[in-house]
Nanobody
Framework: QVQLVESGGGLVQAGGSLRLSCAAS????????MGWFRQAPGKEREFVAACNWSGSRTYYADSVKGRFTISRDNAKNTVYLQMNSLKPEDTAVYYC?????????????????????WGQGTQVTVSS
């Protein structure tokens, strides 16, 4: 069993930056892809960013490309999401998740249904 805890959310003005962290416990996630997703009020959960088990391959939603960066530190069992140039439309609850397939690299890292473990989420609010 894996527990994921997100932190780093908060209120920021448009154009600002935040860095989200996702700490895993219970067992190592170093062999699994990790993803970040978000859900705004009244909307479905959507993919934001993902990286494969080693961090050598990354994937981003078009809406965040060039602004967000996903990274991981397997020694710390932690994944990060650096968010720059934030916009009001980035306002949402952000979730991290651990993929279900070990040592996988590919497009299913962008699929919410292919993730086995989820955190409780952290709120990000961007004011205009």
């Amino acid at each position: 069993q894996v527990q994921l805890v997100e932190s780093g959310g908060g209120l920021v003005q448009a154009g600002g930056s935040l860095r989200l962290s996702c700490a895993a416990s219970g067992r190592t996630v170093s062999g699994y892809g990790m993803g970040w997703f978000r859900q705004a009020p009244g909307k479905e959960r959507e993919f934001v960013a993902a990286c494969n088990w080693s961090g050598s391959r990354t994937y981003y939603a078009d809406s965040v490309k060039g602004r967000f960066t996903i990274s991981r530190d397997n020694a710390k069992n932690t994944v990060y999401l650096q968010m720059n140039s934030l916009k009001p439309e980035d306002t949402a609850v952000y979730y991290c998740a651990a993929h279900s397939r070990p040592y996988y690299s590919g497009n299913y890292l962008m699929d919410t249904t292919d993730y086995a473990y989820w955190g409780q989420g952290t709120q990000v609010t961007v004011s205009s």
